[in-house]
C-alpha cells in the first residue's frame, strides 16, 4: 500500500535566506513617524521666497544710490563688507549648512575599505624547517596583505533620521534669511548714521552762525543802552539767547563725535579714517531743489540767509 505525500506549508530556510533582506529593505524604507499637522492658512503667503536675483547672490536693493552721494555709496559698501554682526551672520550659516550635510549622510549607507600588511622575517636555523636548504637559505620572510570592506545601514524605522535632515535643512534657510536681515539692519543703520552725522555737522556751523548774529546783536544793542536808545530788559534777553546757544554747541559735539564712533565701528574702521572721508560729503541735489528755503539752510548756513530767513523766526539787527 503507497503512502501518501504530504506537502509542507512552512518556509524553507533558502526562502527565508532570500526573502528576509528584501523585507529589511522594505522595512528601511516605511517610516512610522507620525503624519505632520499642517496649520490652517490665515494669509496668502508664498510656499519660497527667492534667495537669488538673476542667477546672482542676495544683495540689498540699492535704494540709497538716490541720494547722489559718493560718500554714502562708499560707506554702505564697507558696511556690507566689513561689519561684524555679518561676518557673524555668515559663519552661522556655513556652520548649520555644513551641519545639514552631516545631518544628511545618515541617510545614505555607509561604507568602509582598508587593507593591512606585515612582514616577518625567522632565522631557518632551530625551526621544523631547519633541515631544508642545507645552508642555502639562512632566513624565512613572510609578507602578508589583508584587505577589507564593509557597509552598514541603519534602518530608519520611525523616521529619526529624515526629520533631523529636515530640521536641519530648515536651520540652514532660517540661517540665510538671517544674514539677509543683517545685511538690511547693517546698511541702514550706516546711511541713518551718516545723516544723523551730516545733520549734527550742519546744526554746529549754524548755531556757531548764531552765536556770531547774536553776539553782534548784543554788542550793538550794549552801544545802544549806553546812549539810553535802548532798555536793560532787551539787552539781558539778548544775552540770555546768546548764552543758550553758546550752552548748546558742546552737546552737539558730543553727539557728533558719539554718533561718528558708531559708525566706525559698523564698517570697520577707526574714527579718525572715517572723519577724513566725511570731510569730502556732498549735500544731495535733490534737497536743495526740492526745498530751498530749508535745506539751503542747514547745509549751506551763512549770516545773510540767516537775515533773509524773516523777522520772525531770530532775533536780527
Known amino acids: 500500500m503507497a503512502t501518501p505525500t504530504h506537502l509542507s506549508k512552512g518556509l524553507t530556510l533558502r526562502q527565508v535566506l532570500c526573502t528576509g533582506p528584501i523585507v529589511m529593505l522594505l522595512a528601511g524604507c516605511v517610516s512610522m513617524a507620525p503624519a505632520e499637522q499642517t496649520p490652517n492658512i490665515v494669509s496668502d503667503i508664498p510656499d519660497t521666497f527667492p534667495s537669488e536675483v538673476d542667477g546672482k547672490p542676495y544683495k540689498p536693493a540699492a535704494w540709497w544710490n538716490a541720494f547722489e552721494d559718493p560718500v554714502l555709496d562708499g560707506l554702505v559698501t564697507d558696511a556690507l563688507k566689513n561689519n561684524l554682526d555679518i561676518a557673524e551672520a555668515a559663519a552661522r550659516l556655513e556652520q548649520v549648512t555644513a551641519q545639514a550635510r552631516i545631518t544628511r549622510a545618515s541617510l545614505l549607507p555607509s561604507v568602509s575599505a582598508g587593507i593591512s600588511a606585515s612582514q616577518s622575517s625567522s632565522p631557518l636555523a632551530g625551526s621544523a624547517f631547519g633541515d631544508l636548504g642545507a645552508g642555502a637559505i639562512n632566513r624565512i620572510e613572510n609578507e602578508t596583505y589583508s584587505p577589507s570592506l ?4 541603519e534602518l530608519d524605522l520611525f523616521g529619526r533620521a529624515r526629520n533631523d ?9 532660517a540661517s540665510a534669511y538671517d544674514l539677509q536681515s543683517v545685511q538690511l539692519s547693517a546698511a541702514a543703520q550706516a546711511i541713518s548714521a551718516y545723516f544723523d552725522i551730516v545733520d549734527t555737522r550742519r546744526q554746529i556751523e549754524l548755531t556757531v552762525l548764531i552765536s556770531d548774529v547774536l553776539n553782534d546783536r548784543a554788542e550793538r544793542t550794549d552801544e545802544q ?10 539787552l539781558f534777553q539778548i544775552r540770555q539767547e546768546l548764552r543758550s546757544a553758546q550752552a548748546s554747541l558742546p552737546q552737539f559735539e558730543s553727539a557728533l563725535a558719539d554718533t561718528e564712533n558708531r559708525l566706525a565701528v559698523l564698517i570697520g574702521t577707526y574714527p579718525q579714517p572715517l572723519r577724513q572721508r566725511l570731510s569730502q560729503s556732498l549735500t544731495p541735489g535733490w534737497c536743495l531743489n526740492r526745498c530751498p528755503p530749508v535745506c539751503r539752510l542747514i547745509c549751506c548756513p551763512s549770516a ?4 533773509q530767513i524773516g523777522p520772525g523766526w531770530m532775533p536780527h539787527g
Open 304 to 307: 545773510p540767509m540767516l537775515r
Open 165 to 173: 535632515y529636515a530640521a536641519a535643512r530648515q536651520d540652514a534657510v
Open 150 to 153: 564593509s557597509a552598514a545601514y
Open 225 to 234: 543802552f549806553r546812549r539810553g536808545l535802548s532798555d536793560s530788559f532787551e
